[in-house]
Each structure stands twice: as C-alpha cells, then as structure tokens.
C-alpha cells in the first residue's frame, strides 16, 4: 500500500498519558470502537484494559525509558489488538 485507503478495524485501542501527580505517569490502554470501518471519525470507550507500571516524568518527557520498557509497551499494545481481531494464539 502506497497511501492511506482510510480503511480502518472497527476495533482498537486508546493510549492515554496521566500525570500521578507525584513525579510519576503511567500509560493507560482502553478498548475503543470505531462509528464505521471507512475513515472512522469516532471512537467510542468500550472497556478498561490495562495501564503500566509507574513511569518517572523525568524519564518518560525525553523518552529516555529501557529499551525493554518501550518493548513491553509494544508487546501490550500489539497483543491486546490480536486479541480484539480474533487473530492471537
């Protein structure tokens, strides 16, 4: 694919970054469904799914964190999409 066909799955995930207010953020992951498959607009809450361990604002505002850290993102994010696709083994 050379472009974007605006094809999207009707299911995925929301990441959001939320301060602890103590030096600390964490990443939180929630469950989402799109409004349409065509270049959807809206993507509506359908549940909680996980968030991480506490992050150093230090840290994660230069994204200066473990390489096995940014891995474990990845692997959460990749899983739970799996997952919501029917597609993990």
Known sequence: MKYDDN????LGIA????????GKSRLFFD???ADK???PINWEFDCFYT???ELDNAEI?????TDNRFQEI???VVAR???LNGRAK
């Open 61 to 65: 505002d230069v994204m200066n964190l």
């Open 7 to 10: 094809i999207r799955s009707k």
């Open 74 to 76: 990845g692997k959460v």
């Open 15 to 22: 990441v959001c970054l939320r301060d602890m207010g103590n």
């Open 51 to 53: 968030f991480t361990p």
């Open 37 to 39: 498959d065509g270049n």
């Open 31 to 33: 469950d989402v469904t």
């Open 81 to 83: 999409l799996l997952a």
